[in-house]
């Protein structure tokens, strides 16, 4: 059984940093996108960055593009998303995820994804 194990995270001020991790523990094969999406309170999980099965290429959403990068290691099915000058609209629960697919930070198609991490919290003061 696929588990995604998640770490990192925590709390920061407004222009701070943090990084999160996840690895996708148990997964047999690297021929899987793996994504981050995230959850603040009241709203809908929204994608926020994907990467796809060979590292090459990567999407991000617009409200974190130029402050998220992410990476990942496909030896060990580790991704890492590094997030630089927060805002407090970054809090929310985040959220890493796999899929057989190509990437997509969609709503529409975030049914794709079928491995999903147990979501960590960031949470970003003014």
């Known amino acids: 059984q696929v588990q995604m194990a998640q770490s990192g995270g925590g709390s920061v001020q407004a222009g701070g940093s943090l990084t999160l991790s996840c690895t996708a523990v148990g997964l047999t094969s690297d021929d899987y996108a793996m994504s981050w999406f995230r959850q603040a309170p009241g709203k809908e999980r929204e994608g926020v960055s994907c990467v796809s099965f060979n590292g090459r290429w990567k999407y991000y959403s617009d409200s974190v593009k130029g402050r998220f990068t992410i990476s990942r290691d496909g030896r060990k099915n580790t991704i890492i998303l590094q997030m630089a000058s927060l805002k407090p609209e970054d809090t929310a629960i985040y959220y890493c995820?796999?899929?057989?697919?190509?990437?997509?930070?969609?709503?529409?198609?975030?049914?794709?994804?079928?491995?999903w991490g147990q979501g960590t919290q960031v949470t970003v003061s003014p």
């Open positions: 995820a796999a899929t057989e697919r190509t990437c997509s930070l969609h709503k529409e198609f975030e049914y794709q994804y079928t491995i």
